[in-house]
């Protein structure tokens, strides 16, 4: 269930990122990117994974246990996500687009039927869009298929599978053949 988007934008978020990152989709990855559009919809916001451990490598898991954003880390993301919206303590350094806008005209440039169209009218479609929005989803894309999963994205840990990065280690730590690249550390 979507947290952000509706069920058709956020299959246009998938099939969009999918043209980015083949895998993105099997990964969650627009999982990932509703997540953070949709940070505020939790209490705590979705922001911020605890820790310091994740328990795949050991120690207690923590990073489920989400951290709450100081009031300055508030309003940074809460101008970043949702914009300025001509408040006086979001536009000290001027008007600010927010990713929520951003989506939304990225979105209606690639147009309702984008899921069903071929690849290659996909990719037009991407060209021909919001560079700032391009450029966003793209950035998205990399962090949800690459970052930990508690953030929704890189699920079963396919975008580590890929690199052949084990992801966090801690508290085991890296031994001198892994850090060497003589030996590879499995992904869990």
Same mark, same amino acid.
Not at 63 to 70: R, S, V
Not at 140 to 147: I, T, V
């Given at each position: 269930?979507?947290?952000?988007?509706?069920?058709?934008?956020?299959?246009?978020?998938?099939?969009?990122?999918?043209?980015? %990152?083949?895998?993105?989709?099997?990964?969650? %990855?627009?999982? #990932?990117?509703?997540?953070?559009?949709?940070?505020?919809?939790?209490?705590?916001?979705?922001?911020?994974?605890?820790?310091?451990?994740?328990?795949?490598?050991?120690? &207690?898991?923590?990073? &489920?246990?989400? @951290?709450?954003?100081?009031?300055?880390?508030?309003?940074?993301?809460?101008?970043?996500?949702?914009?300025?919206?001509?408040?006086?303590?979001?536009?000290?350094?001027?008007?600010?687009?927010?990713?929520?806008? @951003? #989506?939304?005209?990225?979105?209606?440039?690639?147009?309702?039927?984008?899921?069903? %169209?071929?690849?290659?009218?996909?990719?037009?479609?991407?060209?021909?869009?919001?560079?700032?929005?391009?450029?966003?989803?793209? &950035?998205?894309?990399?962090?949800?298929?690459?970052?930990?999963?508690? #953030?929704?994205?890189?699920?079963?840990?396919?975008?580590?599978?890929? @690199?052949?990065?084990?992801?966090?280690?801690?508290?085991?730590? #890296?031994?001198?053949?892994? %850090?060497?690249?003589?030996?590879?550390?499995?992904?869990?």
């Amino acid at each position: 269930m979507p947290v952000h988007f509706s069920e058709a934008d956020l299959a246009a978020v998938r099939a969009a990122l999918e043209r980015f %990152v083949p895998g993105a989709a099997e990964a969650g %990855v627009a999982d #990932y990117v509703d997540g953070l559009l949709g940070a505020f919809t939790f209490d705590p916001p979705r922001l911020f994974a605890g820790g310091p451990f994740s328990g795949r490598h050991g120690g &207690e898991a923590g990073f &489920e246990n989400w @951290i709450a954003p100081n009031s300055v880390q508030e309003l940074a993301w809460r101008t970043r996500l949702e914009g300025s919206q001509r408040r006086p303590e979001r536009e000290f350094n001027g008007p600010v687009t927010g990713w929520h806008q @951003i #989506y939304a005209a990225g979105l209606t440039a690639l147009g309702a039927d984008f899921v069903t %169209v071929d690849p290659d009218e996909q990719d037009r479609r991407l060209s021909a869009a919001p560079e700032e929005f391009t450029r966003l989803l793209y &950035e998205h894309a990399c962090e949800g298929m690459y970052g930990d999963p508690v #953030y929704g994205g890189n699920r079963d840990r396919v975008g580590w599978q890929a @690199i052949s990065w084990a992801g966090d280690v801690q508290p085991r730590g #890296y031994t001198d053949l892994e %850090v060497s690249g003589r030996e590879k550390t499995e992904v869990r």
